[in-house]
């Protein structure tokens, strides 16, 4: 049998308007089609973040409900809700709406990063006091956090959080490079990461913006899996804009060219050893 893949697609993410790239989901309706078109392209998750009516972050659990609720009668694919949506200072709501929609799985993020492509730059806040209540929420609730690692310090910060006995393995990491501010996405950085995670982890890696090529084959290459999508690319190639079905086709072929298979939904629960 061939080796699994699981190819997570980030749909809409956080900052790139509609009006500069028309084809970001950004509606329920919007995000719940492009979801099902990256499932036929190859993809077991997506990693949701909610727009408003004017297009800004919005944390509401209405929209994310609505959104998973669609995506539900169209397949079974993994949905992932973030758990920061850019809006920093609303700890109470992060918990609250996902504590409601008590996922299989969400975006957990333990450290706070000074983002600098900002204008201004800010501060993505992740206090030590919230991150303990996150903590408790997903043991609580048995929600598997998927650990998003911006840079080499914040496995530290997991390592501490694992002693305490907040946080139990198996983990799951999503390594999110080339964010300024964060760990510059080169092929020898991804290999440094990959060697510093607890042993019997799973990890997923992807790379911001023209970035996104070489570390979806390095990922491939070391025996991870991969993230792609709009949220973190708004171009295919020099020139070409992306929609996410491009990007998720793409990394399935790329994982077929290494002899490997795309994961479905199912075998991606099982890899990462998640409820349904």
């Not at 190859?42 to 297009?55: I, K, S």
């Not at 903590?135 to 998003?148: D, G, S, V, Y």
């Not at 910060?157 to 305490?164: A, G, H, R, S, W």
């Not at 393995?169 to 490079?177: E, G, K, S």
Request: charged share 25%; hydrophobic share 35%; with cysteine.
């Amino acid at each position: 049998m061939k080796e699994k893949r699981i190819i997570t697609a980030a749909l809409t993410g956080a900052m790139t308007p509609k009006a500069k790239c028309p084809a970001v989901p950004v509606t329920p309706e919007e995000i719940a089609e492009d979801a099902y078109r990256c499932y036929k392209a190859g993809a077991a998750m997506v990693h949701l973040h909610m727009r408003d009516e004017n297009d800004q972050p919005s944390n509401d659990y209405a929209l994310f409900e609505k959104t998973i609720r669609l995506i539900r009668e169209k397949c079974d694919i993994i949905c992932q809700p973030t758990s920061t949506g850019k809006i920093f200072d609303d700890y109470d709501v992060r918990l609250d709406y996902i504590s409601k929609l008590n996922p299989e799985i969400c975006s957990y993020d333990s450290s706070s990063l000074n983002w600098m492509s900002g204008n201004p730059p800010y501060i993505m806040a992740f206090p030590p006091s919230y991150v303990s209540k996150q903590n408790a929420l997903m043991l609580r609730q048995n929600i598997k956090p998927e650990i998003e690692i911006f840079d080499i310090g914040d496995l530290g910060v997991i390592d501490y959080y694992t002693k305490k006995g907040e946080l139990k393995p198996p983990f799951h990491f999503q390594l999110v490079m080339g964010v300024p501010g964060g760990i510059p996405a080169t092929v020898e950085n991804l290999v440094i990461l990959k060697n510093r995670l607890p042993e019997n982890c799973t990890w997923s890696a992807t790379g911001i913006s023209k970035n996104h090529l070489p570390i979806m084959y390095a990922a491939i290459a070391l025996g991870g899996h991969v993230r792609v999508g709009m949220e973190d690319t708004n171009f295919y190639s020099k020139g070409i804009p992306a929609t996410n079905e491009l990007l998720v086709a793409r990394a399935a072929r790329v994982i077929r060219e290494f002899d490997c298979e795309p994961a479905t939904p199912d075998e991606a629960r099982e890899i990462l050893r998640i409820r349904k």
